[in-house]
């Protein structure tokens, strides 16, 4: 992994997991540690990249197939990573990013039934060496964080927009994303940490920043040693 001193953070998880608002606190939480945070996100990002986001989530993609699509989010990933991630590592910044290349993986992947060959030849090019170093999993069961995702859009609605196409999807296709994200973590224990979505956001908080500030000390911040725990910061 090609951090240079950084940090590099992901978060994953289907709709509704609340990725958004654990990153917000997690960001707070480092800070208050003294640690330089950036937040981004996927697709997205970079100036190039939130061009392609509005491409890929309105749905503007889609009638050139599943291939094209990937090859956008891969052009995104790229993008994004030469012109935020990347440059952010190497100043030695903690990077939160809201959704990274497991969810290529599953969307593309696992749903978009895409030959693992061209994934892997997407994920080779795209993101070369910048895998995070930590990446969170939120759990939630598919109609439960639909379920979420629809009250959050039913605001939206009122703010004259809508859901983007991926959250108008039937249950069984989120429920199989779902146990993709599962599957990855199982695969890599050592990066994916699954965190149930269905506790409190307190609690949740306490869980990821526990498990980051235990990741920053084993690479050498041990100042960390000296400031507040993240479950005494967040009570």
Do not use: W
Not at 77 to 100: N, Q, S, T
Not at 177 to 188: H, K, N, P, T, V
Not at 197 to 223: F, M, P
């Amino acid at each position: 992994m090609q951090t240079n001193g950084g940090l590099f953070v992901s978060f994953e998880g289907g709709e509704g997991a609340g990725k958004s608002t654990q990153i917000r606190l997690l960001a707070e939480h480092l800070r208050a540690l003294g640690l330089p945070v950036i937040t981004t996100r996927e697709p997205g990002g970079s100036a190039g990249a939130e061009a392609l986001r509005h491409v890929l989530l309105s749905g503007a993609a889609e009638p050139f197939g599943i291939r094209m699509e990937a090859l956008l989010f891969a052009a995104a990933r790229a993008d994004h990573i030469d012109c935020v991630i990347a440059p952010a590592l190497a100043e030695g910044k903690v990077v939160l990013c809201d959704r990274f290349v497991d969810s290529s993986r599953v969307y593309q992947g696992v749903t978009g039934n895409l030959e693992p060959d061209l994934m892997a030849a997407l994920e080779r090019v795209s993101v070369r060496n910048f895998m995070p170093d930590l990446t969170f999993m939120l759990d939630l069961p598919a109609v439960e964080g639909l379920a979420r995702a629809r009250r959050r859009a039913g605001l939206a609605a009122i703010r004259a927009e809508s859901p983007d196409r991926f959250e108008r999807e039937e249950i069984d296709v989120h429920e199989q994303r779902r146990q993709g994200f599962l599957d990855i973590a199982m695969r890599e224990p050592v990066r994916c940490h699954i965190v149930d979505a269905r506790q409190s956001i307190d609690e949740i908080a306490r869980a990821i920043s526990s498990k980051t500030d235990t990741v920053l000390g084993a690479r050498g911040l041990r100042e960390l040693d000296r400031l507040p725990s993240a479950s005494a910061a967040l009570q």
